[in-house]
């Protein structure tokens, strides 16, 4: 009831292309929904987060579709970039302790030009 | 900008060493965390604190240990490394602040060899 599932585990596109990353998770006392962006040897970052109140949540290039009945949400990237590879991890968390935060295992992008 | 420092980025031990990790935050942040990473997996919260001398068990808590003795520093302890301990290990804060508690900041992590 804890886990995050996360697809595909990697994903390569091109420039200008459209990478959209799914996750879905089983336990509805989730309602804090953060993507992570993790470039090589660095660590992971807070990129975007949606709550379940919303069904889209979009900054720059990057959005967050949300389907609370489904308990699924993804990431879309438009306009790909080279320098968006990296690797994604969707999380979630509660209320009650929005720090402790369960990862999905995490999706590696790759961009090529 | 908020900084968490780890103090290796690269660390190669022998089985049975007691390895200690490091970690510094300079944002005067409640809450630290101790992550693993391994492909596949993801992160998995081993240990976190909400205060000094404060410790609270993660998801995958055995054979590790930790201290806060200061609020600004959180030490993972490896007793006896392992070599399935061997992975990226990755220090975390957060502050108590209403509307700052649930982002994450995380150091650059600590890629952990044991032999």
């Known amino acids: 009831q804890q886990q995050v599932k996360q697809s595909p585990q990697s994903l390569i596109v091109q420039k200008g292309g459209i990478p959209i990353i799914n996750c879905a998770y089983e336990?509805?006392?989730?309602?804090?929904f953060p993507w992570y962006q993790q470039f090589p040897g660095k660590g992971p970052a807070l990129l975007i987060a949606?709550?379940?109140?919303?069904s889209e949540k979009k900054e720059g290039r990057f959005t967050i579709s949300f389907n609370k009945s489904a308990k699924q949400f993804s990431l879309h990237i438009m306009d790909s970039q080279p320098g968006d590879s990296a690797t994604y991890f969707c999380?979630?968390?509660?209320?009650?302790?929005?720090?402790?935060?369960?990862f999905g295992p995490g999706t590696s992008l790759s961009v090529i030009p | 900008d908020v900084k968490v420092t780890q103090s290796s980025r690269y660390l190669v031990k022998r089985t049975g060493e007691k390895v200690f990790l490091e970690c510094v935050q300079d944002?005067?942040?409640?809450?630290m965390f101790w992550y693993r990473q391994d492909p596949g997996l993801g992160l998995r919260l081993i240990y976190f604190?909400?205060?000094?001398?404060?410790?609270e068990k993660g998801d995958i808590p055995e054979g590790y240990s930790v201290s806060r003795e200061k609020k600004e520093r959180f030490s993972l302890i490896l007793e006896s490394a392992s070599t399935n301990q061997t992975s990226m290990y990755l220090c975390?804060?957060?502050?108590?602040?209403?509307?700052?508690?649930?982002?994450?900041?995380f150091g650059s992590g600590t890629q952990l060899s044991v032999l």
């Open positions: 336990n509805t006392a989730f309602d804090y």
């Open positions: 975390a804060s957060s502050s108590n602040q209403v509307g700052s508690n649930e982002k994450l900041f």
């Open positions: 949606i709550r379940p109140d919303v």
């Open positions: 999380a979630a968390s509660m209320k009650t302790s929005y720090d402790k935060v369960i």
């Open positions: 944002m005067d942040h409640e809450n």
């Open positions: 604190s909400y205060d000094v001398k404060m410790k």
